[in-house]
Structure formats: structure tokens, C-alpha cells
């Protein structure tokens, strides 16, 4: 426990911020690529990977099992499968290992408003936030670009590590300063919330990530805004973002415009077009405006 502890203190000082821009020698055309969290590197890599691919089978044995796994010859299944080939190329420069994964996209008929990317490239997106949000193949990629890039920046690697050194930190400190149950019970509860900061500045790496990934595969990443939009109709009384493991909808949308100008210009080139020659986006709810 000591030498989790120790590592853990060590790996989190050279941390500056939910993540670290690598210091290139040339500068990078999108969005940078960061560096991944030297916590990730106190969990082996192939053990997570294993654990993922267990899980993710036992998923899609119990959504057969109930009748809810969604078959290949579906036409919304056909739509992922297609746009996750048209990303899956997009996703090396993000991680040195996506070249080996054997990624697979499935579906499963379920209300829930979600989608996921195992560390491995297993892919499921449920039927609801197709469904509820009424995606667009654009706003799709940016929700896949999303849920890989979490697994392609190792973030639940990354979780997994702060999780046992967290817990380290709890132990030591109850032990030095005598706690009581309650007292035990106190400082877990403080973990928990820096747990839910660390796993925020993932969701902001991911959204940036998700957007180039969608970019370069010709997707428009002004879909990311329109996605949030529409996320904030559905969502009226969300948490606090404080008390929430994603940033607020309008923080993620800000976030998101910061970051146009370094995604656009690769979305324009795989249409042969400029920036300013592109029209704006058009999602398919009235409601929303055009996206400039």
C-alpha cells in the first residue's frame, strides 16, 4: 500500500491540470495531442484491456440472451458500423495501440440516452440516444469520436489508478490521524468528489478529441454543438455541474466553439473547400439554428 501511495503522489505532481499538452517541437495541425496521465502507467495496460474485452462479451451475451442485442443486418446497426470505419483510421494518432485493436460497434435495444468505448475499441451504443436525440450521422461521429477517444487516452486506466491511489490516500490518513468510522466515512466522501473532477477533465479531453477524430473523418464537428443543444432540450434538471461527472451543456459548448477554429479546417479539406466556403450546419430539429 505504501509503494501504491508513493506512486501515486509521484505520478500526480508531474499532472498539470484534467490534462497535459505535450510540448512539440512542431506544432500540431488540430487539436494537440496530450500526454497521457503517468497515473495510467500504474495499471498494466493489457489487464484492463483484458477485463474489457470479458465485459464487454458478457454484455453481449446477456443482450442476446433477453432478445435486446440488436442484429448485424439492421439498418441502424449498418449506419455505426459505417461511420465507425470512417474514424477508426482517424484514431491512431491518438493512440499508438489503436492499430492493433480489433474494434467492433454493436447495438442494443435499450431507452437509455448512452453509448460507450471499452479500452480495446468495443463500441455500444444504445438505441435511446439515437432515438431520444434524433442524431444525425455527424452528430453520431461526434458521439463516437467521443466514446473512443475516452478509451484511446486511456482515461479508464487512468480511473482505475487514482481509484486505488485515492483509496491509499483514505487509509494512510485515517491511520495517522486516528479516524473513526465517520470520520473514515468523511474523507471517502472527499475522494469521491475529486474523483468526479478528474473524471470531468476527461469528458472535456474526450469532447476535443471526439471532434478532431469526427473532423478529419469528413464529419462536421459544429454537430458537437448542435448534439448539446439538444442534449440541454432533453435535460431540464440536470446536477450541478460540481456534483456531475460531465461539464455542464453550456460549458461544453463553449468549450467546444474555443476549439472550431482548429477543427474546421480539417472537416473543409475532406470536403476540398475552404473554411469560409462551407455553409452552416443544419441539424434536423426545428428548434435549433443553423450553426455557423
Given at each position: 500500500?505504501?509503494?501504491?501511495?508513493?506512486?501515486?503522489?509521484?505520478?500526480?505532481?508531474?499532472?498539470?491540470?484534467?490534462?497535459?499538452?505535450?510540448?512539440?517541437?512542431?506544432?500540431?495541425?488540430?487539436?494537440?495531442?496530450?500526454?497521457v496521465?503517468?497515473?495510467?502507467?500504474?495499471?498494466?495496460?493489457?489487464?484492463i484491456?483484458?477485463?474489457a474485452?470479458?465485459?464487454?462479451?458478457?454484455?453481449?451475451?446477456?443482450?442476446?440472451?433477453?432478445?435486446?442485442l440488436?442484429?448485424?443486418?439492421?439498418?441502424?446497426?449498418?449506419?455505426?458500423?459505417?461511420?465507425?470505419?470512417?474514424?477508426?483510421?482517424?484514431?491512431?494518432r491518438?493512440?499508438?495501440?489503436?492499430?492493433?485493436?480489433?474494434?467492433?460497434?454493436?447495438?442494443?435495444?435499450?431507452?437509455?440516452?448512452?453509448?460507450?468505448?471499452?479500452?480495446?475499441?468495443?463500441?455500444?451504443?444504445?438505441?435511446?440516444?439515437?432515438?431520444?436525440?434524433?442524431?444525425?450521422?455527424?452528430?453520431?461521429?461526434?458521439?463516437?469520436?467521443?466514446?473512443?477517444?475516452?478509451?484511446?487516452?486511456?482515461?479508464?486506466?487512468?480511473?482505475?489508478?487514482?481509484?486505488?491511489?485515492?483509496?491509499?490516500?483514505?487509509?494512510?490518513?485515517s491511520?495517522?490521524?486516528?479516524l473513526?468510522?465517520?470520520?473514515?466515512?468523511?474523507?471517502g466522501?472527499?475522494?469521491?468528489?475529486?474523483?468526479?473532477?478528474?473524471?470531468?477533465?476527461?469528458?472535456t479531453?474526450?469532447?476535443?478529441?471526439?471532434?478532431?477524430?469526427?473532423?478529419?473523418?469528413?464529419?462536421?464537428?459544429?454537430?458537437?454543438?448542435?448534439?448539446?443543444?439538444?442534449?440541454?432540450?432533453?435535460?431540464?434538471?440536470?446536477?450541478?455541474?460540481?456534483?456531475?461527472t460531465?461539464?455542464?451543456?453550456?460549458?461544453?459548448?463553449?468549450?467546444?466553439?474555443?476549439?472550431?477554429?482548429d477543427?474546421?479546417?480539417?472537416?473543409?479539406?475532406?470536403?476540398?473547400a475552404?473554411?469560409?466556403?462551407?455553409?452552416?450546419?443544419?441539424?434536423?430539429?426545428?428548434?435549433?439554428?443553423?450553426?455557423?
Open positions: 500500500m505504501n509503494r501504491i501511495l508513493a506512486c501515486f503522489l509521484a505520478a500526480l505532481s508531474v499532472c498539470s491540470g484534467p490534462y497535459a499538452l505535450a510540448k512539440d517541437a512542431e506544432p500540431q495541425e488540430g487539436i494537440k495531442v496530450g500526454k496521465s503517468p497515473l495510467a502507467k500504474l495499471v498494466p495496460q493489457q489487464k484491456e483484458s477485463q474485452l470479458q465485459q464487454y462479451e458478457g454484455l453481449k451475451t446477456q443482450a442476446k440472451n433477453r432478445g435486446v440488436v442484429p448485424d443486418n439492421d439498418p441502424e446497426v449498418a449506419r455505426l458500423r459505417r461511420i465507425a470505419q470512417k474514424l477508426i483510421p482517424h484514431t491512431k491518438w493512440s499508438e495501440r489503436a492499430s492493433a485493436w480489433q474494434w467492433e460497434v454493436n447495438l442494443i435495444a435499450s431507452n437509455q440516452v448512452n453509448a460507450f468505448c471499452m479500452p480495446g475499441g468495443k463500441i455500444a451504443f444504445f438505441s435511446g440516444i439515437l432515438k431520444t436525440l434524433k442524431l444525425t450521422d455527424d452528430e453520431v461521429a461526434i458521439v463516437m469520436g467521443h466514446e473512443m477517444a475516452h478509451a484511446l487516452r486511456e482515461h479508464g486506466r487512468e480511473r482505475m489508478a487514482k481509484g486505488l491511489g485515492l483509496q491509499a490516500l483514505v487509509l494512510a490518513g491511520a495517522y490521524f486516528k473513526n468510522d465517520g470520520g473514515r466515512h468523511l474523507a466522501k472527499g475522494a469521491e468528489l475529486v474523483m468526479l473532477k478528474f473524471s470531468r477533465g476527461d469528458e479531453e474526450a469532447d476535443l478529441a471526439g471532434l478532431d477524430i469526427a473532423a478529419r473523418a469528413g464529419f462536421d464537428p459544429r454537430a458537437g454543438i448542435a448534439l448539446w443543444q439538444k442534449m440541454g432540450i432533453i435535460n431540464k434538471h440536470a446536477p450541478p455541474q460540481w456534483l456531475s460531465h461539464p455542464a451543456g453550456e460549458n461544453r459548448i463553449a468549450e467546444m466553439r474555443k476549439h472550431l477554429p477543427v474546421m479546417p480539417l472537416f473543409a479539406k475532406t470536403k476540398g475552404e473554411v469560409q466556403q462551407l455553409g452552416p450546419y443544419k441539424s434536423n430539429v426545428s428548434v435549433l439554428a443553423p450553426i455557423q
